[in-house]
């Protein structure tokens, strides 16, 4: 499990880029456990603005565009402005 996989510098980036960010934090931790994005079989996603979410889907499809892990989305309706768009749980 990987958890709290976000945009090391969130601010000023809208959901799109963070998503993109932790997407790419993520692939050399999976390598180094020898596994790689096709090994991701589920992915929670904690976001602050659910209209926003939507803005994430080509960067998923970009990071698996052959296979499809199941998703978990939790809206944080509450979180603070400063907290990243959106945090990554594998």
Same mark, same amino acid.
């Given at each position: 499990m990987l958890a709290g996989l976000q945009a090391p510098r969130s601010s000023g980036m809208d959901m799109a880029d963070q998503c993109r960010a932790a997407f790419e934090e993520a692939i050399? &931790? &999976?390598k180094e456990r020898d596994l @790689? &994005?096709?090994d991701v079989s589920?992915?929670?996603c904690h976001i602050a603005d659910a209209d926003d979410f939507p @803005?994430?889907?080509p960067v998923f499809r970009q990071f698996f565009p052959s296979t499809s892990p199941g998703m978990t989305m939790m809206w944080l309706k509450d979180a603070p402005s400063t907290a990243p768009k959106i945090v990554l749980i594998w």
């Open positions: 050399p &931790l &999976l @790689a &994005l096709r589920r992915i929670v @803005a994430s889907f």
